[in-house]
């Protein structure tokens, strides 16, 4: 009797071992169950996070409701499902991809309808249009729903940052920029057409889309290493299921969930938020450097929407004098921006410009001038300003600068201590190019001319030549043994006739002295105002210069040069 006991239950053993032991993959896919897997952490991000949207905050209808009763499914109705849906990726389910199911068709329903409404109105023809250019499967378009829950400007505790999750050494590695001004890793275009090539690359080595996509999520070297513990050759992500990191176990699962709560969501009664209408946007190229600010002043879009159609540009600034970039916009304001560039340019110029030279303290003053102009155009949204020189002259006058041979904008505003940008302004040009005997207005303060010992020629006007020809004419009279005739002093009025101003409410230097037709230097310089201060009270009189009492040219006899 104990003889066939052992008998039967050796019998038992061996069979169970058998089974065990025998299964295949597709079982493995279909039973696995897992209780210490980690979500990623789009999972963990709050709805109202996503709300914040510029977009959503401002074209969503009403807020998130229930359209019937909230329900889940079964796992034969998950099953079922996941079998109709027409992907080349192999979508199987199993208790994990169950789990993730419910979470989103449960306590996060909230986080469904939002992400839909942003990936069926903006992300999700980005992303169509990157993986149909690579010949990718388009169910991929839902990895960033996993990666980020569709939000631009997601940065992981890792350093992950944008739609698609980049590590900054991954996202220069493939090309893409990211430093102070610009993260290319938040700009939808850019990061989908690198995701894709990355994607390709990963499922080129690796000849499985599963783990593919698990590379994606933990890196080549870690699902390598995966590969090694697991041993015999393994090339499938389920049979590796075990030896991969406990986020990694959960990657693929959750992208078969992300599809399919994404493609099935009206049969749980989960809609996306009602948005008054898609997004049509377009894209220009910009060569200048220019601020939101300016942007927004001009073509009266606001700040919030350029921030949200182009994330890239950290601090709100497009380098674009470094090299072109891209700049997104509505559609019918791109034309706009087109036709308005000079003027967007020259909107708040003084406040958003920046120096590119700066004289130093004693070679200034060797060279006789005075660099506070270029101070004055110190870029306001750094954190702080430092003043180069409080001794700020008391009033400006307008030099003439006749370009000589193999002289460019840059040298001249190099002499003066001025900016590129400034003389450009001061003399609207919009290419930036001089020829040879043009004639150029250069603003600079009085003490400059003073200290320099340049004669001014007219009231408020030199050239720079003056004292190269007064050289050459003294050496020239040498020779000739001629006592040199004194320069006639010009005649300058110096109280020139002004009219009263009264500050009122919403009135800036920038608009009084546009409505008079003077400059700001003028009125600060009338009135005792420092050179970088803007500061004024209603009900304030300022002194206005009349128009033409600076820089005004009197009739005089000038040899035409050649």
Same mark, same amino acid.
């Given at each position: 009797?104990?003889?066939?006991?052992?008998?039967?239950?050796?019998?038992?053993?061996?069979?169970? !071992?058998?089974?065990?032991?025998?299964?295949?993959?597709?079982?493995?896919?279909?039973?696995?169950?897992?209780?210490?897997?980690?979500?990623?952490?789009?999972?963990?991000?709050?709805?109202?996070?996503?709300?914040?949207?510029?977009?959503?905050?401002?074209?969503?209808?009403?807020?998130?409701?229930?359209?019937?009763?909230?329900?889940?499914?079964?796992?034969?109705?998950?099953?079922?499902?996941?079998?109709?849906?027409?992907?080349?990726?192999?979508?199987?389910?199993?208790?994990?991809?169950?789990?993730?199911?419910?979470?989103?068709?449960?306590?996060?329903?909230?986080?469904?309808?939002?992400?839909?409404?942003?990936?069926?109105?903006?992300?999700?023809?980005?992303? /169509?249009?990157?993986?149909?250019?690579?010949?990718?499967?388009?169910?991929?378009?839902?990895?960033?729903?996993?990666?980020?829950?569709?939000?631009?400007?997601? /940065?992981?505790?890792?350093?992950?940052?944008?739609?698609?999750?980049?590590?900054?050494?991954?996202?220069?590695?493939?090309?893409?920029?990211?430093?102070?001004?610009?993260?290319?890793?938040?700009?939808?275009?850019?990061? !989908?057409?690198?995701?894709?090539?990355?994607?390709?690359?990963?499922?080129?080595?690796?000849?499985?889309?599963?783990?593919?996509?698990?590379?994606?999520?933990?890196?080549?070297?870690?699902?390598?290493?995966?590969?090694?513990?697991?041993?015999?050759?393994?090339?499938?992500?389920?049979?590796?299921?075990?030896?991969?990191?406990?986020?990694?176990?959960?990657?693929?699962?959750?992208?078969?969930?992300?599809?399919?709560?994404?493609?099935?969501?009206?049969?749980?009664?989960?809609?996306?938020?009602?948005?008054?209408?898609?997004?049509?946007?377009?894209?220009?190229? /910009?060569?200048?450097?220019?601020?939101?600010?300016?942007?927004?002043?001009?073509?009266?879009?606001?700040?919030?929407?350029?921030?949200?159609?182009?994330?890239?540009?950290?601090?709100?600034?497009?380098?674009?004098?470094?090299?072109?970039?891209?700049?997104?916009?509505?559609?019918?304001?791109?034309?706009?921006?087109?036709?308005?560039?000079?003027?967007?340019?020259?909107?708040?110029?003084?406040?958003?410009?920046?120096?590119?030279?700066?004289?130093?303290?004693?070679?200034?003053?060797?060279?006789?001038?005075?660099?506070?102009?270029?101070?004055?155009?110190?870029?306001?949204?750094?954190? %702080?300003?430092?003043?180069?020189?409080?001794?700020?002259?008391?009033?400006?006058?307008?030099?003439?600068?006749?370009?000589?041979?193999?002289?460019?904008?840059?040298?001249?505003?190099?002499?003066?201590? /001025?900016?590129?940008?400034?003389?450009?302004?001061?003399?609207?040009?919009?290419?930036?190019?001089?020829?040879?005997?043009?004639?150029?207005?250069?603003?600079?303060?009085?003490?400059?001319?003073?200290?320099?010992?340049?004669?001014?020629?007219?009231? %408020?006007?030199?050239?720079?030549?003056?004292?190269?020809?007064?050289?050459?004419?003294?050496?020239?009279?040498?020779?000739?043994?001629?006592?040199?005739?004194?320069?006639?002093?010009?005649?300058?009025?110096?109280?020139?006739?002004?009219?009263?101003?009264?500050?009122?409410?919403?009135?800036?230097?920038?608009?009084?002295?546009?409505?008079?037709?003077?400059?700001?230097?003028?009125?600060?310089?009338?009135?005792?105002?420092?050179?970088?201060?803007?500061?004024?009270?209603?009900?304030?009189?300022?002194?206005?210069?009349?128009?033409? %009492?600076?820089?005004?040219?009197?009739?005089?006899?000038?040899?035409?040069?050649?």
């Amino acid at each position: 009797m104990n003889i066939i006991k052992i008998c039967v239950m050796t019998l038992i053993t061996v069979t169970v !071992s058998s089974v065990a032991y025998g299964q295949s993959v597709l079982d493995v896919k279909h039973t696995k169950t897992d209780d210490n897997i980690v979500p990623p952490e789009s999972y963990e991000i709050q709805t109202q996070q996503l709300l914040e949207n510029y977009y959503l905050k401002n074209y969503t209808a009403a807020p998130y409701k229930e359209s019937g009763e909230p329900r889940t499914g079964n796992d034969k109705e998950y099953e079922d499902m996941l079998k109709r849906l027409p992907t080349i990726i192999e979508m199987p389910y199993n208790p994990v991809v169950g789990k993730y199911i419910d979470m989103y068709l449960g306590k996060r329903r909230d986080l469904v309808a939002t992400m839909l409404a942003l990936h069926n109105n903006y992300y999700g023809d980005i992303f /169509v249009e990157a993986l149909e250019r690579e010949g990718l499967p388009l169910e991929l378009q839902y990895l960033p729903v996993i990666e980020s829950a569709l939000n631009p400007n997601a /940065v992981s505790r890792a350093g992950a940052a944008g739609l698609w999750q980049f590590m900054p050494s991954t996202a220069t590695g493939m090309g893409m920029e990211v430093n102070s001004l610009v993260d290319e890793r938040r700009d939808p275009r850019v990061a !989908s057409h690198h995701a894709a090539k990355y994607l390709k690359q990963l499922y080129n080595i690796y000849g499985d889309w599963s783990l593919a996509i698990a590379a994606y999520n933990c890196g080549p070297g870690n699902l390598n290493k995966a590969l090694r513990r697991a041993g015999g050759g393994k090339k499938d992500f389920w049979e590796i299921y075990d030896n991969l990191l406990p986020e990694t176990r959960g990657y693929v699962p959750i992208f078969i969930a992300a599809n399919y709560v994404m493609n099935y969501h009206n049969r749980y009664g989960i809609k996306p938020l009602v948005v008054s209408g898609k997004l049509a946007v377009d894209t220009i190229e /910009v060569a200048d450097r220019v601020h939101f600010n300016q942007i927004s002043g001009v073509l009266d879009i606001p700040v919030e929407e350029i921030r949200l159609l182009n994330p890239q540009y950290r601090k709100d600034i497009i380098p674009g004098d470094v090299h072109p970039y891209k700049l997104a916009l509505p559609s019918q304001q791109c034309l706009s921006y087109i036709m308005s560039r000079q003027q967007i340019l020259d909107y708040d110029a003084d406040k958003y410009g920046r120096r590119s030279y700066v004289a130093l303290g004693e070679q200034r003053r060797a060279n006789g001038l005075d660099n506070q102009l270029a101070a004055d155009g110190q870029t306001q949204n750094c954190d %702080s300003n430092v003043v180069i020189d409080t001794a700020v002259p008391d009033s400006i006058v307008r030099v003439t600068h006749i370009v000589k041979r193999g002289e460019n904008l840059r040298d001249i505003a190099k002499q003066y201590g /001025v900016s590129a940008t400034d003389v450009k302004r001061w003399n609207n040009l919009r290419r930036g190019k001089v020829k040879e005997n043009d004639e150029l207005v250069i603003e600079i303060y009085k003490k400059t001319v003073e200290e320099a010992s340049i004669e001014p020629l007219e009231p %408020s006007t030199v050239t720079t030549d003056v004292t190269e020809r007064s050289r050459q004419k003294q050496q020239t009279q040498s020779e000739k043994k001629k006592t040199p005739r004194p320069p006639k002093p010009a005649t300058v009025d110096k109280k020139p006739a002004s009219v009263t101003h009264t500050v009122k409410s919403g009135d800036t230097l920038e608009k009084i002295a546009k409505k008079y037709g003077v400059t700001v230097a003028e009125i600060r310089a009338a009135n005792g105002i420092k050179a970088n201060s803007s500061l004024i009270s209603i009900g304030q009189k300022l002194k206005i210069p009349q128009k033409g %009492s600076a820089g005004q040219k009197p009739k005089t006899s000038r040899k035409k040069r050649r």
